[in-house]
Each structure stands twice: as C-alpha cells, then as structure tokens.
C-alpha cells in the first residue's frame, strides 16, 4: 500500500505561481509511474500531468501546457507540480497518482493509489 501525501497548495492571484509536493510515506517513488489530476466543484476529475516510472518526456493536458512542469528530486521520493501563470479555471483540489511500473498515462483509471489532494484556489 502506498500512501501519498499532497502539499503546497493555496490561495494566490492569477497571473502567480505555486509549487505542488506528493511524498509517499515512507517509501521511494522511484519505481512509479506519477500524475497529477484534479478537481474543480461540480466537474469530473480530469488529467493534469504526468511523468512515467521510467522517466522521459512527461505527459501534460492542453490547458496546462507550457506553465506546469512535472518533476521528480532526484532521490526520487517526491514528485512536484510547479504552476506558473496560473488562471481562476486552475482552481481546483489537485491530487496526486502512482501507479507501480506505469507510464505517464492519462486516464485516472490507470493509477492505483491516490491522495487526499490539496485545494489550489486562484483568485481573479
């Protein structure tokens, strides 16, 4: 079982940033595969980012393309979110996602673990 734990998450104007952490407790992620979905009130939860166990390109949704960047420390227990430019339609609770030997999918049925997400609220 792993347990993922979100952070960073809060409340800035649009046009500012905010940096994302998911840690696993007490374990390594180098072996995952690791997204960020998230959640917006009365929407469907919807992909993010996301970057394979393996490395290479990672994976992003059109929206957030070219101001999010998806990363991983290089002891690989902890993988970031890093949000510039952010716009109010980026408010959301953000979750993270693992998925043991996986690829930078997409699709939130590919991950089998998840946390309990962070609120993002950006504010116009």
């Known amino acids: 079982q792993v347990q993922l734990v979100e952070s960073g998450g809060g409340l800035v104007q649009a046009g500012g940033s905010l940096r994302l952490s998911c840690a696993a407790s007490g374990r390594s992620l180098s072996s995952y595969a690791l997204g960020w979905f998230r959640q917006a009130p009365g929407k469907e939860r919807e992909f993010v980012a996301a970057?394979?166990?393996?490395?290479?390109?990672?994976n992003y949704a059109d929206s957030v393309k070219g101001r999010f960047t998806i990363s991983r420390d290089n002891a690989k227990t902890t993988v970031y979110l890093r949000m510039n430019s952010l716009k109010p339609e980026d408010t959301a609770v953000y979750y993270c996602?693992?998925?043991?030997?996986?690829?930078?999918?997409?699709?939130?049925?590919?991950?089998?673990?998840w946390g309990q997400g962070t609120q993002v609220t950006v504010s116009s």
């Open positions: 970057i394979s166990w393996s490395g290479g390109s990672p």
């Open positions: 996602a693992a998925r043991l030997w996986g690829v930078a999918a997409t699709g939130a049925s590919e991950y089998d673990y």
